[in-house]
Nanobody, 121 residues
Framework: QVQLVESGGGLVQAGGSLRLSCAAS????????MGWYRQAPGKQRELVAR???????NYADSVKGRFTISRDNAKNTVYLQMNSLTPEDTSIYYC???????????????WGQGTQVTVSS
């Protein structure tokens, strides 16, 4: 069984920063892409940032220059550093990872439970 657990969300004023973490645990043999998505009330879930196993990154246009995704494979963790936050960034943030478990030959997508980020004006 694999679990992803996010942390680091909270309430921050506009212009502030937060750092989200997502730690994976369980029977993990290998990782592929990891990423962060967000979903605001009444809106569809959208990609925020993604990082490949080789370290290539892509970002939503709305967060480019403000957010940075990184990963530490030794710690089974992916991070999202969020700077210059605006009220439009208010959302539930979910981490995701493509993981191959021991005994498997394919990757599967796993999701965390989500962490709330609220930015006040």
């Amino acid at each position: 069984q694999v679990q992803l657990v996010e942390s680091g969300g909270g309430l921050v004023q506009a212009g502030g920063s937060l750092r989200l973490s997502c730690a994976a645990s369980g029977s993990i043999f290998r990782y592929n892409d990891m990423g962060w998505y967000r979903q605001a009330p009444g809106k569809q879930r959208e990609l925020v940032a993604r990082i490949t196993s080789g370290g290539s990154r892509n970002y939503a246009d709305s967060v480019k220059g403000r957010f940075t995704i990184s990963r530490d494979n030794a710690k089974n963790t992916v991070y999202l550093q969020m700077n210059s936050l605006t009220p439009e960034d208010t959302s539930i943030y979910y981490c995701t990872a493509e993981i191959m478990q021991y005994g498997s030959s394919t990757y599967a997508d796993y999701w965390g439970q989500g962490t709330q980020v609220t930015v006040s004006s």
